[in-house]
């Protein structure tokens, strides 16, 4: 029966591999390819839109849009709106003209320069639109070229935020032009009602044949370009009506725009419900746009899309008409559209409108808006005003994020004001963001949201670090990545807006991966020989604060699908600081820990005769002064205070969290360096998320997986790939390293960069394009997430991954020993070598750390153990391998270990060296870094791994072998499954 299973489970293997090698996406990265997608704006990806300006008498109007190439997709949005032919110019971001000259690096000095020089200089526009990009950083050739453009050919010029120049300065000494672009019709929009239209800077001017218009708004995202970012407007209907106002700046600057209607005195009024209502919009005299039609159309937060009120015909001096305001009461604004006999839109206003009505409700609110789990009682209470009787009904309904409605309930009339009604709190699917509408009847609506935690974590998650922030374009990334299988997106606290981008990324689906208030040493380097730092670990004060940020901050997050808290990558505890604060908190920890000065003396060697002589100093000091016992404890205790920041950190997230649930861990560390870090095995059992790099230290990849069976609290684990240059242009490693990271048991892939980094010259290889679509090499590897997790994520994880008996010594004071041989790079070698050579034949290993061997119970899971360059070796860990050996154990060393004791004190390896032998017992020597020069040389690279083969005989309990004693970089993993199948 387990042979049957093994059979099918290894034909079904291969067959998915087979399968998903055979699709549409090339087999190899093209540099130029790359390129001519990243800069070629599709409309692939249709955001929701209007359709209202479609047709138009504009549909041949030239438009080139210059700006910062995260900021693109407005072009792409403003197409969607408007039929202009609108072409797109690329710079690096708002401080830069280019980027970094690299392969793969779409906007390096040449690759930019080239298209403008195509597009810029042997193209005519009527409007050319610059934003974002500061005038100062155009070349002068390009300034001088885009400026004669205005003056003799009669282009346009739309200047959108291009900071101050000396040029503009001039150009605008003068202002003689300022259209008209309408806003202060649009009370109803986030944008005006807060105040910024008079901060908003519009002039213009008449240059030679053209006209130049500067348009800066008052606040813009980095991913923004054409339109202002306020971050509590409503993106769901107020986005379209900024858009057209830039659509109507850049008409203007062609001299294509007039207004068919003159404005109405005073806010339009219409009672919701009343039939018969007169409109009359006189004409403007001096018009020469021969409107046909008027279509009156009402926008507001409960009707984004748009209600129509009138289609008005047949004017002679005005459109008049008679509408019905079928809409709840608010304020609205009215879009009065007007067409041409053919149809097509020839020019648009907008009015203030006012809807009043009878009755209203005029609060709606929760006295709580977060609950643990579905089924909680949730209460809502609602005040209403007016002549609201038992004919008028009060419906709830409740809303997912993709707008189904999940629960509807209509509540017993009362002729109470304030009334108060309950509902349990539906399952989170999609999201734990959920909208409740209140509808009185047709005359009034009111909405609030709510979240219901509990919602179900993909069996292998998807993840990735972007740029974005939590303004409109970014909420379309956060769609594109969701609807291209990312469940999980890395925030940082550099931006200060989470309090709108939490419940955001929960709008779109995406669970958050917010950066944690993680610790980073302020170094005092007025002394180099002995550093200090300014934010001390020791110092109540300093830790007193962090809490109460973290706390601020998880409060925000928790409410909505936090996956994980992170530090942001590359944090490191900086190696210790040597301030009297932290000495004699040392001094009090190592009276703790040996409780006398007699016992401390005996382990260290020393002869102090209190513990307040203890005086720790840098390792330089301590190596040419002979006490490194001393410095590595000082080190060790830094360790454990660094790891207590992250304990204090993770517990105030579960605080925070209303099932009392967090998960917190570092990013992208695991380098073997004593000053980095910690030891990895102290670190997993203090935290219960980690993440990896996959090229720093490759040994720390499966130290962490072997670990893992010690520290079964570390849900999540994660690694970094992606948009490195080497890996992204590498599609046989983008198709293969999520399933490496599945089978070395990480739950995800952490995908860096998603989108543009705004921080600095880094623009290629994204896991998207500026305008959505995901490019070429995330869909290489998003292919195979999708299909891992369609059945072999979970069957993994429910499954225990094989060895061969093998264990692999991980000593973290050999990690410390090594630094202070200077012998760093012989460590990791001697790691990645043995890993090399397992794995090449056939072999599986767990990684074993010394505190693991205490009570001997390892020895019944290995027959096998490697001491990779041990130069440290406890009395314990020495007194447990020798039990193993009497056992029947085999241990194999590539040189003799313990030249060093668990204190750095000498050690047992002058004892140990009669006993190591290269031909025979259970001691062998073997020096195993060679095989790395002969790994990829047939015969040598075969010889070497029968070598082994052979050593390893009679220790090793294979169920599948590789034919031939193995293969390189071809690694075989089994898994026991739970039916008790084999899954190879």
């Known amino acids: 029966m387990t042979h049957a299973l093994l059979l099918a489970m290894s034909l079904l293997f291969c067959c998915q591999f087979g399968h998903l090698n055979a699709d549409e996406l090339p087999s190899s990265f093209d540099e130029h390819r790359f390129y001519q997608q990243y800069h070629a704006l599709s409309n692939e990806v249709v955001t929701p839109h209007l359709t209202w300006s479609k047709p138009s008498v504009w549909s041949d109007l030239r438009v ?103 040029e503009l300065d001039q150009l605008f000494a003068k202002t003689a032009w300022k259209p008209d672009l309408g806003f202060a019709n649009l009370e109803a929009l986030g944008y005006v009602r807060n105040g910024n239209v008079p901060k908003t800077k519009i002039a213009g001017v008449v240059f030679g044949k053209g006209r ?62 009343l039939g018969g209502q007169m409109l009359n919009f006189p004409i403007v005299k001096e018009n020469s746009i021969p409107a046909k039609t008027l279509e009156l159309l009402a926008f507001s937060e409960h009707v984004p899309q748009g209600h129509q009120l009138a289609m008005l015909t047949n004017p002679s001096d005005r459109f008049s008409g008679a509408i019905e305001a079928g809409l709840p009461a608010g304020a609205y604004v009215m879009l009065a559209v007007s067409r041409d006999e053919s149809g097509r839109v020839c020019s648009w206003q907008t009015f203030p409108l006012q809807v009043t009505s009878p009755c209203r409700i005029s609060s709606l ?12 009682r949730i209460e809502v209470k609602v005040q209403l005003e007016g002549a609201f009787n038992a004919e008028v009904p009060l419906l709830a309904e409740v809303y997912d994020i993709n707008g189904r409605l999940v629960l509807q309930q209509k509540i017993p009339y009362s002729d109470a004001a304030e009334q108060t009604f309950h509902f349990p709190a539906p399952y989170p699917l999609s999201s734990c963001l959920f909208r409740l509408k209140l ?63 939490a419940p955001l990324l929960a709008k779109t689906g995406l669970f958050s991966i917010p ?113 490194l016992p001393l410095w590595i404890e000082y080190n060790r205790f830094f360790e454990e205070r660094f790891l207590n920041y992250f304990k204090e950190m993770l517990q105030v997230a579960k605080d925070a969290d209303l099932n009392g649930e967090a998960w917190l861990g570092p990013d992208g560390f695991g380098r073997l360096d004593p000053f980095e870090f910690s030891g990895m095995y102290q670190l997993l059992k203090t935290v219960n998320y980690y993440n990896l790099y996959t090229y720093q230290d490759p040994p720390q990849m499966e130290i962490g997986r072997s670990l893992l069976q010690y ?63 995901p490019s070429e090499g995330f869909q290489v590897a998003a292919k195979q997430i999708a299909e891992l997790r369609r059945g072999l994520a979970p069957l993994v994880a429910a499954s225990k991954r094989q060895h061969d008996q093998i264990a692999i ?107 190591f032998q290269p031909e025979s017992g259970n001691w062998r020597l073997y020096d195993w870094k060679t095989y790395s020069k002969v790994r990829k040389k047939q015969k040598q690279g075969t010889e070497a791994r029968q070598q082994l083969l052979a050593l390893l005989s009679g220790y090793r309990t294979s169920r599948t072998q590789l034919h031939g004693g193995g293969m390189v970089e071809v690694e075989k993993i089994e898994y026991q499954l739970p039916s008790g199948g084999l899954l190879i």
């Open 439 to 501: 509808s009185l009847g047709n005359w009034s609506t009111q909405s609030c949201s709510f979240t219901v935690q509990g919602r179900e974590r993909p069996a292998f998650s998807f993840g990735a670090w972007v740029e974005s922030q939590a303004c409109y374009i970014s909420y379309r990334f956060y769609q594109s990545m969701a609807a291209n299988g990312i469940d999980g997106i890395f925030y940082s606290n550099a931006r200060g807006d989470r309090k709108v981008a």
């Open 212 to 273: 130049v218009l500067r348009l800066d708004w008052r606040a813009m995202s980095s991913q923004m370009i054409l339109t202002p970012w306020q971050g509590n407007y409503d993106f769901d209907w107020e986005y379209d009506h900024y858009l057209a106002i830039t659509a109507k700046a850049i008409l203007a600057c062609a001299g294509k725009f007039q207004d068919v209607l003159q404005a109405p005195e005073q806010v339009i009024n219409l009672q919701s419900g």
């Open 809 to 915: 010594l991980y000593c973290n004071t050999s990690v410390a020993a090594a630094t202070v041989r200077k012998q760093e790079n012989t460590l990791r070698r001697s790691f990645s070598v043995l890993q090399q050579l397992l794995e090449d034949s056939g072999l599986q290993y767990d990684y074993l750390p010394p505190e693991e061997m205490g009570n001997g119970s390892w020895k019944q899971n290995y027959r096998v153990l490697f001491l990779p360059f041990a130069l440290s070796l406890s009395q314990s860990t020495l007194a447990s391998i020798e039990e193993f050996v009497k056992d029947g154990g085999l241990v194999i060393a590539d040189c003799v270990p313990g030249e060093f004791d668990d204190v750095l004190r000498p050690g047992p390896a002058k004892m140990l060296e009669g006993r």
């Open 64 to 166: 080139l849009v210059i700006a910062p190439s995260w900021g693109q997709r407005e072009t792409v949005e403003l197409q969607q709106r408007f039929d202009f032919q609108i072409s797109s110019l690329m710079t690096l971001r708002h401080n830069a003209f280019a980027g970094l000259t690299s392969i793969g690096s779409p906007l390096s000095p040449d690759q930019v320069t080239s298209y403008f020089e195509r597009d810029l200089l042997e193209k005519q526009y009527d409007v050319i639109v610059i934003s974002r990009t500061e005038w100062r950083l155009f070349p002068s050739q390009y300034r001088y070229d885009i400026l004669n453009k205005v003056y003799q050919e009669g282009c346009g010029l739309l200047l959108i935020n291009t900071g101050k120049h000396q």
């Open 515 to 627: 950066e944690f208030y993680y610790y980073k040493p302020n170094r005092d380097k007025s002394n180099p020989e002995a550093p200090v730092n300014r934010n001390n670990l020791n110092a109540p004060e300093f830790l007193a604060e962090q809490r109460r940020k973290m706390q601020e901050l998880a409060q925000v997050w928790a409410k909505y699908d936090v996956h994980c808290y992170t530090d942001g990558s590359d944090k490191s505890r900086g190696g210790n600081s040597f301030d009297p604060l932290s000495k004699e908190t040392f001094r009090n920890w190592m009276q703790n820990r040996y409780k006398s000065i007699q016992a401390l003396n005996a382990k260290l060697g020393t002869s102090f005769q209190t513990f307040a002589e203890l005086d720790p100093q840098p390792l330089e000091i301590s190596r040419a002064s002979g006490n």
């Open 365 to 376: 609110s929760l006295p709580k808006d977060a609950f643990a789990k579905a089924g909680d």
């Open 711 to 773: 520290c079964p609290q570390v849900k999540f684990r994660t690694i970094y790939a992606g948009s490195y240059g080497n890996q992204y242009m590498n599609y046989v490693f983008m198709r293969t390293i999520p399933w490496y990271m599945l089978f070395h048991d990480y739950t995800g892939f952490f995908w860096y960069m998603g989108n543009g980094k705004l921080t600095y010259s880094s623009e290629g290889c994204m896991a998207f394009m500026p305008d959505l679509r």
